[in-house]
């Protein structure tokens, strides 16, 4: 499906709506399937539906915002906002994970008998099947846009469909066996299941705010490309790098002989950094240039008294 349709109609912005849209439909949906059954598990997914509502209103807010062109107060852009989203998305899955062990909890020690699980188990099918589809069509565009607030929103609707998954396990133990206690359960499980999601979508924006190194595969396509220009006239060190949200930023020296004028030196530099680019889409790199008998020093004992 994602190959049939253009990138440019796959945007961000067009699926975080998308998001929002099918997250409306799905909380009408679970919360239909809870008020007929009355099963604690539907109401848990119920009140993830909610989450993802949230999640996505406010990652369709972050995306706007890194989208934003670099300005005077914020010459390297604004692409960081993302991370922003991603980190209060996994703050909602937490909670929503153990308010659902809370209620579940309760259920499991006063089991309540279940109505209509027929009906119950067909809307909440029918609204995983929504979650699961955007979601597929989300990972696609969030790797070509290296969108992290797509990928969050996409792994929320991931966990949605597990927990509806394991409410749907659940609610077909109670019909099978009787044990009414099958249904809190089973909500503890998925509980646990999201509780765990929700804590990598935390660490992974912390990862981003702290200006976390390129991908191993980034990072590989740039010494490759380096190594086209690197021999024994020019070389290459103190090679640094960062993302940024869709970004990707890499400092270096570029060394080369002290007999070279300004003007060559700056035309070997700029094919460096159209190699890199093209390498590399959405790379900026910046290059300092220094003559071969020169080295840079960082990290000096004087400069961290």
């Known amino acids: 499906m994602v190959s049939l349709l253009p990138v440019r109609f ?33 109401l848990s997914d119920a009140m993830e539906s909610f989450v993802n509502l949230a999640s996505a209103i406010f990652a369709l807010m972050m995306v706007t915002i890194a989208q934003r062109p670099a300005d005077e107060a914020h010459p390297y852009g604004h692409h960081k906002a993302e991370y922003f989203s991603s980190g209060f998305e996994g703050v909602l899955i937490v909670g ?3 308010g659902i062990i809370w209620a579940a909890a309760w259920r499991l020690f006063e089991p309540q008998p279940l109505q209509d699980l027929g009906a119950g188990l067909a809307l909440s099918v029918l609204s995983s099947a929504l979650n699961g589809l955007l979601a597929w069509v989300m990972f696609s565009s969030a790797k070509i846009h290296r969108s992290i607030a797509l990928e969050a929103d996409a792994r929320h609707l991931v966990t949605d469909v597990w927990t509806s998954v394991g409410v749907v396990l659940g609610l077909v133990g109670v019909a099978l066996t009787g044990w009414v206690w099958l249904d809190a359960l089973a909500a503890i499980g998925v509980a646990l299941n999201i509780l765990w999601e929700g804590a990598h979508l935390i660490w992974r924006s912390s990862q981003g705010l702290m200006d976390e190194a390129v991908e191993p595969d980034v990072m590989q396509e740039i010494q490759n490309t380096l190594a086209n220009f690197d021999h024994n006239t020019i070389r290459f060190d103190h090679v640094a790098t960062r993302r940024s949200g869709q970004r990707r930023f890499v400092d270096m020296h570029m060394h080369m002989p002290a007999s070279w004028s300004l003007g060559r030196a700056a035309a070997v530099r700029t094919s460096v950094e159209q190699a890199l680019m093209s390498a590399v889409p959405g790379l900026r790199a910046t290059i300092q240039l220094l003559p071969s008998d020169v080295e840079a020093h960082f990290d000096d004992a004087h400069d961290l008294k």
């Open 10 to 42: 796959l945007t961000p912005q067009r699926l975080l709506w998308a998001s929002i849209a099918v997250a409306m439909i799905t909380i009408t949906l679970k919360t239909l399937a809870w008020y007929v059954t009355d099963s604690v598990g539907l």
């Open 96 to 98: 929503v994970a153990l």
